[in-house]
């Protein structure tokens, strides 16, 4: 069992930058792969990054490529997301998930066993 806290979230303007931690319990961290998903209201959830379990292995979806970047640190539990130049389109509900063993399919949700509440980005213009 894993259990993923998310944070860093809040209210930015337009080209500015957040930084969302995801934060897991229990001692296999390092045998998940993990990924950040989006939701924005009204709309279905969309993949973001995922990183593999040695991050050996990083992607990104089209519309963030080149302004988020997904890292993570092992020995802390923990995955981050830095965003930066942030656009209003960003905005949305933002989910980490947890993939035991990691999959090819990285940007299916179905792909992950694990996830988190999520923490609400909001990019003013």
């Known amino acids: 069992q894993v259990q993923l806290v998310e944070s860093g979230g809040g209210l930015v303007q337009a080209g500015g930058s957040l930084r969302l931690s995801c934060a897991a319990s229990?001692?296999?961290?390092?045998?998940?792969?993990m990924g950040w998903f989006r939701q924005a209201s009204g709309k279905e959830r969309e993949f973001v990054s995922a990183i593999s379990s040695r991050s050996a292995a990083i992607y990104y979806a089209d519309s963030v490529k080149g302004r988020f970047t997904i890292s993570r640190d092992n020995a802390k539990n923990t995955v981050y997301l830095q965003m930066n130049s942030l656009k209003p389109e960003d905005t949305a509900v933002y989910y980490c998930?947890?993939?035991?063993?990691?999959?090819?399919?990285?940007?299916?949700?179905?792909?992950?066993?694990?996830w988190g509440q999520g923490t609400q980005v909001t990019v003013s213009s």
């Open positions: 229990g001692r296999t961290f390092a045998s998940y792969a």
């Open positions: 998930a947890a993939d035991y063993g990691g999959s090819t399919h990285y940007y299916y949700e179905s792909s992950y066993d694990y």
